[in-house]
């Protein structure tokens, strides 16, 4: 089973939806990112957790929402979704105390949005 | 502020030849450098990241990447291409002490027959 889970992993919506993406995951990591991915614009960070009660927005967080449930979930939410936040989505975790220096982040597969 | 750079946004090689990626980071403090792999349709898998140890890091599918301080670069390399080595092929970097991983713009490979 994958290490990090996306749902859904393609979803359409119109203009002025609410909508939910979710993240799960096993690897028992604290740590967890929101990232959007827009063609020739590379990864930019929505939200980050480093803990269930730490949530921090990122560099582009207008219009988003984030809840983390539990350390193992992370929810992005888009309270009234717009065409141009049309973008693969992808959730992040990362573990500040394994694997020595450099902090490695884990990526799910990505949830690919189209707003109508 | 912290940026990292790719350059080339599409790098064509044929089958068996070098591979080259570009990357420049800016930033006073070298940072800790990451190189992800991006399969249609997957989330980023690492390839390899330098930590402040080697300069010269070897990570999975035969890539291999060499930091240089002097050039603020981070390329990557590969001797002989390989068909399934057609993806797309980001560069990040974080400053130690830091949270903050900063992505480049990506450069999307295709290996030619």
């Known amino acids: 089973d994958a290490d990090v889970t996306q749902t859904p992993r393609n979803r359409i919506t119109k203009t002025g939806k609410r909508i939910m993406l979710e993240c799960s995951q096993t690897?028992?990591?604290?740590?967890m990112y929101w990232y959007r991915q827009d063609p020739g614009l590379g990864l930019r960070l929505i939200y980050y957790?480093?803990?269930?009660?730490d949530i921090n927005k990122g560099e582009i967080s207008d219009g988003y929402s984030v809840s983390r449930q539990a350390q193992a979930k992370f929810s992005l939410s888009l309270e009234s979704a717009i065409p141009n936040q049309t973008a693969l989505y992808f959730c992040?975790?990362?573990?500040?105390w394994g694997q020595g220096k450099g902090e490695t982040q884990y990526f799910g597969p990505g949830t690919r949005l189209l707003v109508l | 502020a912290q940026s990292v750079t790719q350059l080339g946004s599409h790098v064509s090689v044929s089958e068996g030849a070098l591979v080259l990626l570009r990357c420049n980071y800016s930033?006073?403090?070298?940072?800790?450098l990451f190189w992800y792999v991006q399969y249609p349709n997957q989330g980023l898998q690492l390839l390899l990241k330098y930590t402040s140890a080697a300069t010269l890091v070897k990570g999975i599918n035969g890539f291999e990447a060499e930091f240089k301080k002097s050039e603020t670069s981070f390329h990557l390399t590969k001797p002989s291409a390989h068909m399934s080595d057609a993806a797309e092929y980001f560069c990040a970097a974080r400053a130690s002490g830091t949270y903050k991983y900063i992505f480049g713009t990506g450069t999307r490979l295709k290996v030619l027959a």
């Open positions: 957790s480093f803990d269930v009660k």
């Open positions: 992040a975790t990362s573990d500040p």
């Open positions: 930033s006073s403090v070298p940072p800790y």
């Open positions: 690897k028992g990591h604290d740590r």
